[in-house]
């Protein structure tokens, strides 16, 4: 036993540049001579990859989870050019609200396969609890000189999760002038995405149907299902326009300005959201499937600026958002990072947005009147404030690697935009807070 | 019955004040690019700019992980970067 050799410890960034230099077809000879030598740190160098780790866990209480990791590879070759590789998984589990309002009764609703059902109890805002999926990403982007004072970038993306895939492209000019105080910048970008939701796409306005079992004959049952929907695939497509403006303002400042232009196709609706059906005592009488237009123009204005005070760094920004749902948004983030030594600091972080709702927001549907042409209960969409207060600490390690932990608080205070709560629906919380925590950890190296 | 909305103050308002704010801020903007010619510092005055703490983006991998969660949980995306698709959360 003791004259079995120690096996070296396993050397991550070694392991993991020589992955993507062979992803690439390009693995120096160097690094392949000098693996496990002496001079592998010398060629790792040469190589110049620099890799940045990041976990975060999320979760609602009662609600949703989700555990996101991040892989992210950049290499800086001769003449500038950078290379940026990125790896993302996430894993999501928990339960979603499915848009039907809360009531007086236990109520029960169809899962999205339509196999088999769940239940909420008396006073309780459905939540649907099949929600699991898993999705992995990636983004290949390259940055190169095109001339003097000339950036260029292209990318590529690709995510797919179970019931979804996405494809997209990308591409940035920058001219920087006034002695590289100013820069100017526009970007295109293409998405073409797919989904294929479990139970296929139900049609607007259907009626939830039945569930169905496997045990006994459900054929009746089973046919139903399929009547109240009408395709298992549909697609949508989004294309955006950003122009850019950033601008030293003195030694110790800058600033940005972006407007974006971004116009989407094709189907938009979430196919697991319902809207209650109610009588004029405010009871559920059916549930039916949402329905949005199948095409949103966005437009959103973002102002930027970072200023160094003598040890401490502040950066503030706002974004104006609107579109033609008649839905606009504000929202400030601000970080102040403050120095605790020439190795760590902290940065205490708010965050405020503040939304109102789509036109065709409707907490719930009622059985008298006339069926609007569209109609969504998905409190994402409706009027609400939401807040983040979070704190990360960050420290450089021994070695000259970087650590970092980030913890926050999220909540969204979902809010009444004059929609008159009926009988039983007054007494009811329609608008129920969803309460998130969000804990991170990022490692450089 | 459901009163849907509430016309003078959910639609109108909102929409008059929203051209008031993108005007005082494409005029904001304006203003400040047509200024810029007198902003900004020599090369050798860029110490504290050239931080990789007083980037723009100082920390991509915050900025992507915040992006993908309000992507999902709200009606708005993008401003900082491009708000484009690749997830089916919204």
């Given at each position: ?28 000879k160097t690094v392949v001579a000098a693996e496990n030598t002496t001079k592998s740190k010398k060629a790792l160098k ?69 196999k088999g059902s769940y239940q909420t109890q008396v006073n309780e805002t459905p939540l649907d609890d099949t929600f699991k999926d898993t ?311 | ?90």
């Amino acid at each position: 036993m003791q004259l079995k050799k120690k096996k070296p410890p396993v050397n991550l960034k070694a392991a993991l540049t020589i992955a993507a230099s062979a992803l690439l077809g390009t693995i120096p000879k160097t690094v392949v001579a000098a693996e496990n030598t002496t001079k592998s740190k010398k060629a790792l160098k040469d190589s110049s990859w620099d890799f940045e780790s990041a976990l975060l866990f999320y979760s609602e209480s009662d609600r949703v989870s989700a555990a996101e990791a991040i892989l992210n590879g950049q290499k800086t070759f001769e003449n500038d050019e950078v290379l940026n590789l990125k790896l993302t998984v996430d894993v999501l589990t928990g339960a979603s609200a499915n848009g039907a309002a809360a009531q007086p009764n236990v109520q029960t609703f169809t899962r999205p396969s339509g196999k088999g059902s769940y239940q909420t109890q008396v006073n309780e805002t459905p939540l649907d609890d099949t929600f699991k999926d898993t999705r992995v990403q990636f983004n290949a982007q390259w940055t190169q000189p095109l001339a003097e004072n000339y950036t260029g970038s292209a990318g590529v993306h690709i995510s797919k999760e179970y019931d979804y895939l996405s494809l997209g492209i990308n591409g940035n000019l920058a001219y920087d002038f006034n002695q590289k105080n100013s820069t100017f910048s526009v970007g295109l970008s293409y998405f073409q995405d797919t989904f294929e939701p479990e139970g296929g796409i139900p049609l607007a306005f259907a009626s939830m149907p039945a569930a169905f079992g496997s045990t006994i004959d459900n054929s009746d049952k089973k046919a139903d299902f399929n009547a109240s929907r009408r395709t298992d695939s549909d697609d949508k497509s989004t294309a955006d326009i950003m122009f850019g403006f950033t601008q030293v303002i003195n030694r110790r400042m800058i600033m940005q300005f972006n407007y974006s232009y971004s116009k989407v196709d094709g189907y938009l609706n979430d196919p697991f959201k319902v809207l209650s059906l109610v009588d004029s005592t405010g009871i559920a009488q059916d549930y039916v499937y949402e329905n949005r237009p199948d095409s949103r123009l966005k437009q959103s204005l973002y102002a930027q600026t970072k200023y160094h005070f003598e040890q401490n760094i502040i950066d503030v920004s706002y974004r104006y958002m609107w579109d033609d749902w008649e839905l606009d948004s504000h929202t400030i983030d601000s970080k102040l990072r403050v120095p605790l030594s020439r190795q760590s600091y902290i940065e205490p972080h708010f965050r405020f947005y503040k939304q109102s709702a789509a036109q065709f927001y409707q907490p719930f549907l009622v059985e008298l009147n006339t069926l609007p042409e569209f109609a969504s209960a998905d409190y994402r969409i409706g009027e609400m404030r939401a807040y983040t207060l979070g704190i990360k600490y960050g420290t450089t390690l021994s070695d000259g690697n970087n650590l970092s932990f980030r913890l926050e608080y999220y909540r969204q205070d979902p809010t009444d935009a004059g929609h008159k709560a009926l009988g039983a629906l007054s007494e009811v919380d329609l608008y129920e807070s969803v309460n998130a925590i969000i804990a991170q950890v990022t490692y450089s190296f | 019955m459901l009163i849907h909305k509430n016309y003078h103050l959910t639609i109108y308002a909102p929409k008059y004040c929203t051209n008031i704010v993108k005007y005082a801020l494409l005029s904001a903007a304006i203003f400040l690019a047509s200024g810029c010619a007198s902003l900004g510092v020599e090369p050798w005055e860029r110490d504290l700019l050239a931080k990789d703490e007083m980037a723009l983006t100082s920390s991509p991998i915050d900025s992507a992980l915040d992006d993908h969660i309000y992507f999902s949980k709200e009606a708005s995306s993008g401003g900082k970067s491009f708000g484009g698709g690749g997830c089916g959360c919204n």
